[in-house]
C-alpha cells in the first residue's frame, strides 16, 4: 500500500475483513504521512522512502520496486499517494496496482480534482477505483460511483462525502484484485464470479 497522507482510505482497507490481513506492507513518501501511523499500530511493516534521497525519478523507481520484491508483495494499492508512479514499478506489477480517485475519470484527473469539479460547475462528480498504468489517473477503470454537487458545497465537505463513497469502494475493488477476479481486455475491466 502506498500513500502520502492522512490514509482513510488505508483504515477502510485495514477494517475491511476480507482484505486487512493481506496488507502487509505501507510505504510513504512523506515521513509525517498519518497513514504509516496508522500502520505501525496495526503492527504493519512501515518504510518511508524519501524521493530526496535518490538522484533520479528513476532510481527511486527501483528502490520501490525492490522494496515491493523483497518483500514478495503481490498487489499495490494507492490511496492518496502524491508521486508519479514510474515505469518499473508499473511494468513489473502491470494490472496488480490499484489507485483510487476522487473524480469519475476521465473526468477531473490530476492533484486537484474535487476542486477543479467544483469550479467547472457540474452538479455530479464521485470516486473511481482505476488499475494503474503509466498515465496519471488513466488505466482501465474497475469501480466508480456518483456523488451529488450541493449548492452549498466546499471542497472539504464535498472531499468528504466522496470519500465516505471511496471507503466503501476500494475495499470491494481490492478483494476482487486479490482473489484474481478482474479480467482486463484493452480499457474494460470485467468482473468474474467468484466460487
Ligand atoms: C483520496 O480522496 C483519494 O481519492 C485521493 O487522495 C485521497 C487520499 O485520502 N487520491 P486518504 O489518505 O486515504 O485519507
Redesign the pocket.
Known amino acids: 500500500m502506498l ?10 482497507l485495514l477494517e475491511d475483513p476480507n482484505v486487512g490481513p493481506c496488507v502487509v506492507l505501507v510505504v510513504s513518501d512523506n515521513p509525517y ?3 504509516l501511523e496508522r500502520a505501525r499500530a496495526r503492527g504493519i511493516k512501515a518504510v518511508v522512502l524519501e524521493p530526496t534521497r535518490y538522484a533520479s525519478r528513476a532510481e527511486f523507481d527501483h528502490a520501490l520496486t525492490l522494496l515491493l520484491d523483497d518483500e514478495a508483495i503481490e498487489f499495490v494499492l ?5 508521486r508519479i508512479l514510474g515505469g518499473e514499478v508499473v511494468r513489473a506489477y502491470r494490472d496488480r496496482i490499484m ?4 473524480s469519475l475519470l476521465p473526468a477531473f484527473p490530476g492533484a486537484h ?2 476542486r477543479d469539479a467544483l469550479a467547472s460547475g457540474v452538479t455530479v462528480t464521485g ?1 473511481t477505483v482505476h488499475l494503474v498504468d503509466e498515465e496519471v489517473d488513466h488505466g482501465p477503470i474497475v469501480m466508480q460511483e456518483p456523488v451529488l454537487i450541493l449548492p452549498a458545497d466546499q471542497e472539504e465537505t464535498l ?1 468528504q462525502r ?2 465516505s463513497v ?1 471507503h466503501r469502494l476500494f475495499p470491494q475493488a481490492a478483494r476482487l484484485l486479490a482473489e484474481g477476479r478482474l479480467k482486463v481486455e484493452g480499457r474494460l475491466v470485467h468482473v468474474l464470479d467468484g466460487d
Not at 489507485?99 to 476522487?102: F, I, K
Open positions: 500513500a502520502s497522507g492522512t490514509g482513510t482510505n488505508l483504515r477502510a504521512a498519518t497513514a494507492l490511496a492518496g499517494y502524491m489507485n483510487v480517485h476522487p480534482a474535487v470516486a472531499h466522496i470519500q471511496e
